[in-house]
């Protein structure tokens, strides 16, 4: 059983940053693909950024490219998504995912296993 847990949500103003963490516990191989999605009021949930845990393969939104890093600890079984330059537009809430099998990276019905959210606020 793979379980996720998202933490480092809160509010800024904008031009500001924070840094998601996604604290992964279960078998590696269940969850080959990491990624962060997000979900505002009255809005599909999208695709932020991706990682193959594997290949340190990366993705990324074109709204989010120059502006949010994906990376991961594996010592710490953790991945982060490291927001900078936040516009008031980036404000949702954050979701991780994770999957074993590989498919187009921001397809949401591919991901297994969800974590509970983090709020990211973008506000003046």
């Known amino acids: 059983q793979v379980e996720l847990v998202e933490s480092g949500g809160g509010s800024v103003q904008p031009g500001g940053s924070l840094r998601l963490s996604c604290a992964a516990s279960?078998?590696?191989?269940?969850?080959?693909?990491m990624a962060w999605f997000r979900q505002a009021p009255g809005k599909e949930r999208e695709g932020v950024a991706y990682i193959n845990t594997r290949y340190i393969l990366t993705y990324y939104a074109d709204s989010v490219k120059g502006r949010f890093t994906i990376s991961q600890d594996n010592a710490k079984n953790t991945v982060y998504l490291q927001m900078n330059s936040l516009k008031p537009g980036d404000t949702a809430m954050y979701y991780c995912?994770?999957?074993?099998?590989?498919?187009?990276?921001?397809?949401?019905?591919?991901?297994?296993?969800w974590g509970q959210g983090t709020q990211v606020t973008v506000s003046s």
């Open positions: 995912a994770a999957r074993r099998n590989v498919a187009p990276w921001d397809r949401v019905s591919t991901y297994n296993y």
């Open positions: 279960g078998p590696s191989y269940t969850r080959n693909d």
